[in-house]
């Protein structure tokens, strides 16, 4: 099993940044894939981006794209997600999630076994 940590979530005025961190434990070599999630207050826990842990290969939401950037450190475990010119609509708790079976970029929360605690992003306009 794997357990992973986020940090870095706060509050931060819309056009700024934040920088997201998840760190990985325990079976960390049977990872596959790791990815981002986010969810709003009375909404479906919808997709951010996902990273191939070995290949570092990415997808992103269309929502995020060009703003939001995936990035991996294998030698610590960890992912980021670096959050750049962010609106309101980007207010929401963020979830890290890791794959441990299958090789496909998967987009969705069923293609992910292990799930972090979330951490709160608020953006004030």
């Known amino acids: 099993q794997v357990q992973l940590v986020e940090s870095g979530g706060g509050l931060v005025q819309a056009g700024g940044s934040l920088r997201l961190s998840c760190a990985a434990s325990?079976?960390?070599?049977?990872?596959?894939?790791m990815g981002w999630f986010r969810q709003a207050p009375e909404k479906e826990r919808e997709f951010v981006a996902v990273?191939?842990?070995?290949?570092?290969?990415?997808s992103y939401a269309d929502s995020v794209k060009g703003r939001f950037t995936i990035l991996r450190d294998n030698a610590k475990n960890t992912v980021y997600l670096q959050m750049n010119s962010l609106t309101p609509e980007d207010t929401a708790v963020y979830y890290c999630?890791?794959?441990?079976?299958?090789?496909?970029?998967?987009?969705?929360?069923?293609?992910?076994?292990?799930w972090g605690q979330g951490t709160q992003v608020t953006v004030s306009s």
């Open positions: 990273i191939n842990w070995i290949g570092g290969t990415t």
């Open positions: 999630a890791a794959r441990t079976s299958g090789f496909a970029l998967g987009r969705s929360t069923g293609n992910f076994d292990s």
């Open positions: 325990g079976r960390t070599f049977s990872i596959r894939n």
